[in-house]
């Protein structure tokens, strides 16, 4: 992980109001490398603070908060902090509370049942200028995307790549829509995750786009995937 990450370690701040919980977070991540939890808050708004005094990389925030709930705290920790990412780490999965915690501006969102290394994966993934999206959330971002204006169910013909977009370039990004990392996508395609970052990057550069969820709404809007049957 170590080699994967870079050598970096990222500053951790960790916010549930459930003592068992955060402090079985801060024990579990501090027994993997690639993290350093220097603060824990028990409430949003105390995350705030903390996140002005510490400075730190990522906030890890549950959403199911008193005072301040994890969708405001993150709200104002981007407004206030945007040198601050935030992962949402909560027990709830469901639409209601993803789509206000992404738009209030978090960058990652993991149920309760993530790994270690899943978590250590999606803070890395947020630093990295990433979407840290568990391939199941991704999934429903990508089927609650297709639900206001569905695509024609069959494209007519293969169309030329748009804005530029190399064959591999577009490739890469339709295993993005898919939900695949950047490590299972160098699987799939046989290539370094280096090599994948480039064409991401390439990507994001010709578009406009700037993370992955973008890259999934740029997908749909081009025609490039179809909704999910049924």
């Known amino acids: 992980m170590t080699e994967e990450f870079d050598g970096r370690v990222a500053r951790v701040v960790v916010a549930d109001d459930q003592t068992v919980v955060r402090e079985g977070i801060v024990m579990l991540l501090g027994l993997l490398p690639g993290v350093e939890v220097v603060g824990a808050a028990g409430d949003g708004e105390e995350a705030v603070r903390l996140v002005g005094e510490l400075a730190p990389d990522v906030v890890l925030m549950d ?3 008193p005072r301040c709930d994890g969708v405001e705290a993150t709200r104002r920790i981007r407004a206030e902090h945007p040198g601050t990412q935030v992962v949402v780490l909560t027990t709830f999965g469901d639409d209601e509370s993803l789509f206000p915690a992404l738009r209030a501006g978090a960058r990652g969102y993991l149920t309760k049942d993530a790994g270690g290394d899943e978590i250590v994966r999606a803070v890395h993934s947020v630093l990295s200028g990433d979407a840290g999206l568990s391939p199941s959330i991704q999934r429903r971002l990508l089927e609650r995307l297709s639900d206001p204006e569905p695509q024609p169910a069959e ?8 804005d530029g977009l190399t064959a591999r370039e577009t490739e890469v990004l339709l295993l993005i829509a898919d939900g695949l990392s950047n490590h299972e996508i160098a699987r799939k395609l ?3 995750t280096a090599t ?4 991401i990057n390439n990507m994001f550069a010709k578009t406009g786009l700037k993370d992955r969820a973008q890259a999934v709404r740029y997908a749909f809007a081009k025609g490039l995937v179809r909704p999910p049957a049924g």
């Open 155 to 162: 494209p007519v013909e293969p169309v030329a790549p748009p």
């Open 196 to 199: 994948v970052k480039t064409h």
């Open 190 to 192: 046989h290539v370094s």
């Open 63 to 65: 959403l199911r908060m």
